[in-house]
């Protein structure tokens, strides 16, 4: 998810920090962001609304 990645270094956050504001256990976050796993829908909908984008541009 290279867009999940770009969107979380504009808000200039670390993977630990994302992962707190999105109530993820760090190695789940990290295993979305490098592309590991894919998150579930729940998930993406609630990334695309802290970033205040759309699902396709994370993915």
């Keep these: ?3 999940l990645k770009a969107k ?3 808000k200039g956050l670390s993977l630990a920090q994302m992962a707190r504001e999105l109530g993820l256990a760090f190695q789940t976050y990290c ?3 490098y592309g590991r796993r894919q998150a ?3 998930v ?3 990334m695309a609304a802290f ?4 699902i396709d541009e994370l993915l």
């Design 31 to 33: 295993n979305y962001e």
């Design 51 to 54: 970033f205040e984008c759309t």
């Design 40 to 42: 579930p829908y729940v």
């Design 44 to 46: 993406l909908k609630a």
């Design 8 to 10: 979380r270094e504009e």
């Design 1 to 3: 998810m290279n867009g």
